[in-house]
């Protein structure tokens, strides 16, 4: 029983603790304007509770569905949208949202704590096996590789958001419904290239991911500079 709660825990903190340091990081980015901790927290924790929700639903698409790349297509479809829907259940509709980067940072913290609670579960099964290096690579990998395409793909709907901030309430459907299609489409392909490369290439998709990343930070400092329409008319 003692040996179970150890491999409990130390799954959640492998999981957790490296989401947390790349929440510090992520919210640097925000640091002139920063959110409310309380928010913060709020997102994070309705990240980590989405897993609960989409594990069931993937495991039902799963019973009916054969082939594996159409099935993991419709799990990231199902995990994108979660994700969306939850942050925009939970932390968007606030006033704390008040400026276009809000919107993309939330995001990322939703993704950050959908992600704590997934690799935490898959920490938890070679752990459990006893295998030391086996959860070793699982949460490398992960933290590397799995986690930072949350960060993406959930970032793709708040960037694709945040440009639509100033603009109407039609604009800004349109808007999501794009940013939730591209972050699926960028997800699915992330599987696929997975799924379809030889093992000692996987890095090199890993790579890209890193790639997204660089391109997300410049997407940031864009993103921070924009402006209500009327500011330019002054």
């Known amino acids: 029983m003692l ?12 999981g957790i603790l490296p989401a947390l340091a790349w ?27 989405t897993v609960a929700v989409v594990i069931p639903v993937e495991n039902y698409v799963g019973t009916f569905i054969q082939d594996q790349t159409i099935l993991f297509t419709a799990w990231s479809a199902i995990e994108e949208l979660t994700k969306y829907l939850v942050a925009l259940s939970t932390v968007l509709w606030r006033h704390e949202d008040d400026e276009p980067v809000d919107v993309v940072i939330y995001m990322i913290i939703v993704a950050l704590g959908f992600a704590a609670a997934e690799n935490s579960l898959f920490l938890l099964s070679p752990l459990a096996g006893h295998t ?21 793909s959930s970032a793709m709907v708040g960037v694709v958001l945040a440009l ?8 800004k459907f349109y808007h999501a419904v794009t940013g ?35 391109a997300l930070l410049a997407v940031l400092e864009f993103i921070k500079r924009i402006r209500p329409k009327r500011a330019y008319a002054q």
Do not use: C
């Open 3 to 14: 040996n179970e709660l150890l491999h409990v825990l130390a799954a959640a903190a492998g």
């Open 23 to 49: 929440l510090w990081f992520w919210l640097r980015e925000d640091s002139k304007h920063p959110e409310p901790r309380q928010l913060i927290a709020l997102a994070f924790l309705a990240g980590m509770a």
């Open 132 to 152: 030391v290096y086996e959860t070793i690579i699982t949460g490398n990998l992960r933290f590397i590789g799995a986690t930072l395409l949350h960060v993406l």
């Open 164 to 171: 639509s901030f100033y603009s109407s309430r039609i604009d």
């Open 180 to 214: 939730v299609i591209l972050a699926i489409v960028l997800h699915s392909l992330f599987n696929f290239f997975i799924l379809n490369e030889p093992e000692e290439s996987v890095l090199r998709t890993f790579g890209f991911v890193w790639l997204g990343v660089i």
